[in-house]
């Protein structure tokens, strides 16, 4: 009888003892685990890049490969990403100049200004808006924005350049619409909304007091937003911009349709160039020499590096400005 | 404080400065909102035209169908989208969730930071790498385009976003009811299945409407893993081991294709996806509200 019951607990015993220790265990395993394959995600992206791309950096040489703007697929099987490299940086930062001052004044619209049912209204919207997809906007593009721009701001703009003063030409390029112009202000617009929902966000965690300290010694509403809101909040803003800027950088859709994809130098204003992305999406599935692939690759590690830039800084800056902010007035 | 020097103004004066900055404002608000608005009610305008039966029952064929007036549609892009969509769901929501529940309820872990620190870069990283990444795992050893290659390139795409999401639902749940499930003697890993997730269920949901609204706009990983296809696939698994078409790909397929017949479903799809879009952002804007 007591020999019965005593291995009936030891039974109950190590029933427990499996189901809370066993449980325990195993539960933490697969969860580190699955933890555990984001960290090999993110560290695969980069070995994947490098693995493929390794090929075309040992035969054009890192700097090379970085420095070399002739991109010849078809014959010499030459290939250097300057132009790409200088694409993205030129549409992207074209872009952050154009998106930023309209971004914020909507953020300080919508937090300051606007009743709170219409800034409800259009902060939803700003949201909707960044969440439509870059090919629509890129069909958009293609048969509303380019022809409009053409007849109504390139071409006329280069008859004007025709006539008085030749030399800019060369800079103009050629108005088909395809282009760097086209591509950076479609660029600019789809960063807005993301750019104004991080200022939102900045704006909205500076504090009730330094507000009504300002409003305290006589301040206007914009005396207000000036000298106690954006000083507070310039750390989240500067992040958020940055993070935009890593946005832009890695935007392919839209400005794979628009931009006009032309691989090699000289750049113009008007006329078709390509970026990072663009030559990767145009050319990787045409693509049949290992070396062009491999240089495609190559391409992509360059984005990867510089989108990890991007992202640390906005990280470092999100960090070393958030706490401080507002305190050097 | 030099910011002293212009109050010197008079009141009146800086009453003006300050109503012509909320004219400023109001100004720049209503000018750059409007081309976005116009995005959305030229897709419209332009698709709705060629919406019609067809469009959601016929395969899209070669382009002379389409030129010679014979019925073409979609509807493989639409199963396709439904299938890669899916399995992106399927093959993100376990990794994601773990990850979520790793950073939230095992804050002490060793590897959390590391982590978060992947997983920001993870998200951070243009969509188009996510597709050469699941070019190089998947495609080429199995040596072909397939469904299955662009549901985990969107996967790589949903992967961070939900761990994000799932980890900011779970911080909001207090701790008072993790000590109440400890206190009645339930093991940790019950704990956080039969009270914490439950109780996070309506932000888990919205962050996984999020990350699925995100992929399922995404065509630039797909270009190179799922490749596009202009047929239904004879057989099912055609869907999963095959190249399949997808909403946003055969989207740009249409735009830069030199058909006028084409350009028109191009659009005609821009309507299916962005109301696709627009139903998961509102399902999501409504589930966060009803929470608050």
């Known amino acids: 009888m007591q020999k019965r019951e005593f291995v009936n607990s030891i039974y109950k015993k190590s029933l427990s003892l499996i189901y809370n220790w066993l449980g325990d265990k195993i539960f933490l395993i697969t969860i580190v685990s699955l933890g555990i394959s984001i960290i090999l995600l993110a560290l695969g992206m980069a070995w994947v890049l490098l693995y493929e791309g390794h090929t075309s950096l040992k035969v054009h040489g890192v700097i090379g490969f970085l420095t070399s703007s002739e991109w010849d697929p078809a014959v010499k099987l030459r290939f250097g990403s300057l132009p790409f490299l200088f694409g993205t940086v030129v549409t992207s930062v074209g872009a952050l100049v154009i998106a930023f001052f309209p971004a914020i004044a909507i953020a300080i619209f919508i937090a300051e200004y606007a009743p709170k049912w219409l800034g409800n209204i259009i902060e939803n919207m700003v949201h909707l808006i960044a969440a439509i997809p870059s090919v629509v906007v890129g069909i958009w593009g293609i048969f509303v924005f380019v022809p409009w721009m053409r007849e109504v701001v390139y071409q006329p703009v280069y008859t004007w350049a025709l006539e008085n003063n030749s030399s800019l030409l060369p800079i103009l390029g050629n108005p088909i619409g395809y282009g760097m112009a086209s591509a950076t202000i479609i660029l600019a617009l789809m960063i807005i909304p993301f750019t104004t929902a991080l200022t939102k966000d900045a704006i909205d965690q500076v504090p009730k007091e330094q507000r009504e300290a300002a409003y305290a010694l006589g301040a206007t509403h914009w005396e207000v937003i000036r000298m106690a809101v954006t000083p507070y909040a310039r750390g989240g803003i500067m992040a958020g911009s940055v993070l935009s800027f890593g946005r832009a950088i890695g935007e392919t859709m839209a400005v794979a349709m628009l931009i006009g994809n032309k691989n090699n130098f000289p750049f113009t204003i008007f006329g078709p160039a390509a970026t990072m992305p663009s030559v990767i999406i145009n050319e990787f599935r045409e693509a049949v020499e290992n070396l062009h692939l491999s240089s495609l690759m190559a391409i992509g590690l360059v984005l990867f590096v510089i989108s990890l830039i991007v992202n640390l800084f906005a990280a470092y800056i999100t960090r070393k400005l958030s706490i401080t902010g507002g305190q050097s007035i | ?292």
Not at chain 2, 10 to 15: F, I
């Open chain 2, 1 to 292: 404080m030099c910011s002293y020097k212009k109050t010197e103004k008079s009141l009146l004066q800086r009453k003006i400065h300050d109503k012509f900055m909320v004219a400023l404002l109001m100004i720049s608000t209503i000018v750059v909102m409007t081309p976005l608005i116009i995005i959305v009610g030229y897709v419209v305008y332009n698709g709705i035209g060629a919406i019609n039966a067809d469009f959601f029952t016929q395969e899209l064929g070669s382009p002379t169908r389409a030129i010679q007036g014979r019925p073409t549609g979609l509807v493989h892009t639409m199963v396709g989208t439904a299938v890669v969509d899916l399995l992106a769901l399927i093959i993100s929501a376990p990794v994601g969730i773990g990850a979520g529940i790793m950073l939230s309820e095992y804050p002490d872990h060793k590897l959390n930071p590391f982590l978060r620190i992947m997983n920001d870069t993870l998200n951070g990283m243009p969509a188009i790498l996510k597709g050469l990444l699941a070019f190089a795992v998947i495609v080429k050893p199995m040596g072909s385009f397939s469904g299955l290659a662009g549901g985990v390139a969107l996967a790589f795409v949903m992967i961070p976003i939900i761990a994000r999401s799932t980890e900011s639902a779970l911080m909001n749940i207090p701790w008072s009811i993790r000590e109440a499930g400890l206190a009645i003697g339930l093991p940790r890993w019950r704990v956080v299945l039969s009270t914490v997730i439950p109780a996070a269920r309506t932000g888990l949901v919205t962050g996984f409407l999020i990350a699925f609204a995100r992929a399922a706009g995404e065509a630039a990983p797909l270009l190179f893993t799922s490749f596009g296809n202009n047929y239904l696939p004879n057989h099912w698994t055609g869907m999963i081991f095959g190249p399949v078409d997808t909403l946003p790909q055969r989207l740009y397929s249409l735009a830069i294709s030199p058909y006028k017949e084409w350009h028109s479903m191009g659009w005609a799809a821009g309507i299916v996806l962005l109301s696709f879009v627009i139903i998961l952002f509102v399902i999501s804007r409504l589930l966060t509200k009803q929470k608050h």
